[in-house]
C-alpha cells in the first residue's frame, strides 16, 4: 500500500528541503522506492538549480523530469496566493490533488514538501494545513532546535491536530557546534512535554556545502528512522 509524508515546519527556511531530501535517501537506503512533490514552490523559475524541486531533485537523486516533482511553481519569491495572483494563475487544488495520486501509483513512499509552514496561504480559501488534510498522510515538522523552538514546535502541533492533522514526529534541524544556548539541551523533553509529540531527532549544521552524502548520513546518524517509518505504517 502507498504511504507518505507530509513535512511542514514551523516557518520558512527551517530546512524542509534539505530534510526532505535526507528522509528520501535515508527510506531508499532501507528498500523504499521514494517519490518527492512539491506542490507550490516560488521564489525561483522551475529548473532554477536554486529551486526547491531542483535542490531535491539534485539532492534526493530523482530522476525524473522536474515537472514530475514540482505542480506550481512562480518566480515572485512570497507566500504561495500572492505569488499566484502575481502570476495571474488560479491553483487548482484538484491539480495537486492529482499529482499526489500520480506520485502514489509509482511509489512506495511519497514525500510532500509543503510551503513555509501550516498557515499559508495558497487560495484565499486554502492553506497548506488544509491541503495537507485533504492528502491525509501523517505530518513531520521540522524546527529550529535553539531557544524559542519549544513554543514554535509546540503552536504548530496544536494547530494541526486542531485542524484534523496527525503530526507523527518533529525533526529539530541545524544545530551548529558553536551553538551556546543551554536550552538545547532540553528543548527535545519539552516539546514532547507540552505537545505529547516525539521528538525524533536533531540534525546538525551541514556547512555551506550540503550533498547527498552528508544529509543522507546525518539523517542515519540523527534520526530514529525505526520510529519514523513504524509512524507511516
Ligand atoms: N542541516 C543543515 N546543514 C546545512 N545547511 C542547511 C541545513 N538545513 C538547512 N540548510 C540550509 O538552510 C537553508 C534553508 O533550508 P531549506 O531546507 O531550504 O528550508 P525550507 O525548505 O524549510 O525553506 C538552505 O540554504 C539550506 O541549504
Ligand atoms: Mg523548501
Same mark, same amino acid.
Given at each position: 500500500?502507498?504511504?507518505?509524508? &507530509?513535512?511542514?515546519?514551523?516557518?520558512?527556511?527551517?530546512?524542509?528541503? #534539505?530534510?526532505?531530501?535526507? @528522509?528520501?535517501?535515508?527510506?531508499?537506503?532501507?528498500? &523504499?522506492?521514494?517519490?518527492? $512533490?512539491?506542490?507550490?514552490?516560488?521564489?525561483?523559475?522551475?529548473?532554477?538549480?536554486?529551486?526547491?524541486?531542483?535542490? @531535491?531533485?539534485? @539532492?534526493?537523486?530523482?530522476?525524473? /523530469?522536474?515537472?514530475?516533482?514540482?505542480?506550481?511553481? &512562480?518566480?515572485?519569491?512570497?507566500? /504561495?496566493? @500572492?505569488?499566484?495572483?502575481?502570476?495571474? #494563475?488560479?491553483?487548482? =487544488?484538484?491539480?495537486?490533488?492529482?499529482?499526489?495520486?500520480?506520485?502514489?501509483? =509509482?511509489?512506495?513512499?511519497? $514525500?510532500?514538501?509543503?510551503?513555509? %509552514?501550516?498557515?499559508?496561504?495558497?487560495?484565499? *480559501?486554502?492553506?497548506?494545513?488544509?491541503?495537507?488534510?485533504?492528502? %491525509?498522510?501523517?505530518?513531520?515538522?521540522?524546527?529550529?532546535?535553539? +531557544?524559542?523552538?519549544?513554543?514554535?514546535? #509546540? +503552536?504548530?502541533?496544536?494547530?494541526?491536530?486542531?485542524?484534523?492533522?496527525?503530526?507523527?514526529?518533529?525533526?529539530?534541524? %541545524?544545530?551548529?557546534?558553536?551553538?551556546?544556548?543551554?536550552?538545547?539541551?532540553?528543548?527535545?523533553? &519539552?516539546?514532547?512535554?507540552?505537545?505529547?509529540?516525539?521528538?525524533? %531527532?536533531?540534525?546538525?549544521?551541514?556547512?555551506? *556545502?550540503?550533498?547527498?552524502?552528508?544529509?543522507?548520513?546525518?539523517?542515519?546518524?540523527?534520526?530514529?528512522?525505526?520510529?519514523?517509518?513504524?509512524?507511516?505504517?
Amino acid at each position: 500500500m502507498s504511504k507518505g509524508i &507530509f513535512i511542514t515546519a514551523t516557518g520558512t527556511g527551517i530546512g524542509k528541503t #534539505v530534510i526532505t531530501a535526507g @528522509l528520501a535517501l535515508a527510506l531508499r537506503d532501507v528498500g &523504499f522506492d521514494v517519490g518527492i $512533490l512539491k506542490p507550490v514552490q516560488s521564489g525561483h523559475a522551475l529548473d532554477s538549480p536554486e529551486s526547491d524541486g531542483m535542490i @531535491l531533485k539534485e @539532492l534526493a537523486q530523482i530522476t525524473a /523530469p522536474i515537472e514530475k516533482i514540482v505542480t506550481y511553481s &512562480f518566480p515572485e519569491p512570497v507566500a /504561495p496566493q @500572492l505569488a499566484a495572483e502575481i502570476a495571474e #494563475v488560479e491553483i487548482d =487544488r484538484m491539480r495537486i490533488l492529482q499529482h499526489v495520486e500520480e506520485l502514489k501509483a =509509482r511509489h512506495d513512499v511519497v $514525500l510532500v514538501e509543503g510551503a513555509g %509552514g501550516l498557515m499559508v496561504p495558497i487560495r484565499h *480559501d486554502y492553506s497548506v494545513a488544509d491541503l495537507a488534510k485533504e492528502i %491525509g498522510w501523517p505530518l513531520l515538522i521540522i524546527a529550529h532546535p535553539l +531557544l524559542g523552538t519549544v513554543n514554535h514546535t #509546540v +503552536l504548530t502541533t496544536l494547530v494541526a491536530r486542531q485542524m484534523g492533522l496527525h503530526p507523527m514526529g518533529v525533526i529539530l534541524n %541545524g544545530l551548529r557546534e558553536t551553538d551556546e544556548d543551554p536550552s538545547v539541551a532540553h528543548n527535545s523533553r &519539552f516539546i514532547e512535554q507540552m505537545a505529547q509529540i516525539p521528538v525524533l %531527532g536533531t540534525v546538525p549544521w551541514l556547512g555551506e *556545502d550540503v550533498t547527498s552524502q552528508n544529509v543522507r548520513q546525518a539523517m542515519i546518524q540523527n534520526v530514529n528512522m525505526t520510529a519514523l517509518i513504524q509512524s507511516i505504517n
